[in-house]
């Protein structure tokens, strides 16, 4: 990161009445949570088809077993890294009003932050298919598969955003209505390319926000609309700002 960058961004966020927070993957990669895309990332490994809602409701025991893998035994014991730990503390000092994230592990909650907009659900929650009864993924039986609910026996899906389903619109409306506020917005570790998470970003462009980008590589959204681009991963950046406005 180059001194410059870093003042400009202090700078842009001390003058801001409301500042919000755009997170994809990256923010929790230092947790050990893969990306789902790229060179490492989850499909590389694993077909997404086990994601598809018809897929799943076709083939339940299939899919439950790459996503007890993938979801459970593979990251599900993450832990909330530095960053996630900043965004926390800055939004109970109210230097930040939401986070808007993309991701699904439920580590901004775990790391302190309350005002959390989940474009794609999270997994820590369950969801029965037949009766909608929703309870703790800490409650559920990995040991028989496919996962059933405790009320009604039925088939039970992770409260996440599978393929063919819709943003959950209080999660959609409550993100536009805060870039549309936005002063700054921050964008922590997004590749820029799953839509219409994406949009959030250029919504809060588009009203007039400064874009602060913190990602160690380029993405859909640097040279187009990012005003400052810190050229680092999540932790090391945002430790370093939090030390500045401290």
């Known amino acids: 990161m180059r001194e410059a960058q870093i003042d400009k961004a202090v700078s842009l966020l001390r003058q801001s009445e409301y500042t919000i927070a755009f997170t994809g993957a990256g923010i929790s990669v230092e947790s050990g949570v893969p990306p789902f895309r790229g060179e490492n990332g989850i499909w590389s490994k694993y077909d997404p088809q086990v994601l598809d809602l018809d897929y799943f409701h076709s083939n339940p025991l299939d899919s439950w077993k790459v996503i007890r893998e993938i979801f459970y035994d593979y990251f599900g014991k993450a ?117 219409p998470a994406a949009m959030i970003p250029w919504e809060a462009k588009r009203n007039g926000a400064s874009i602060i980008e913190i990602n160690p590589k380029p993405s859909g959204f640097t040279g187009s609309i990012v005003d400052v681009h810190l050229v680092a991963k999540a932790s090391e950046a945002l430790v370093a700002l939090d030390e500045r406005l401290s």
């Open 79 to 195: 832990q909330p890294n530095d960053a996630h730990k900043v965004l926390g503390k800055w939004e109970q000092k109210g230097l930040l009003k939401c986070v808007i994230t993309q991701n699904i592990d439920n580590l901004h909650q775990a790391g302190g932050s309350k005002t959390v907009y989940e474009f794609h659900g999270n997994a820590q929650t369950m969801e029965c298919t037949v009766c909608s009864h929703r309870f703790p993924a800490s409650e559920a039986d990995f040991e028989k598969l496919p996962v059933t609910c405790p009320e009604c026996g039925g088939l039970v899906k992770p409260a996440f955003i599978f393929f063919g389903e819709a943003i959950p619109s209080g999660a959609y409306a409550g993100s536009l209505e805060a870039a549309r506020k936005a002063e700054v917005c921050l964008v922590i570790g997004s590749t820029g390319e799953v839509m």
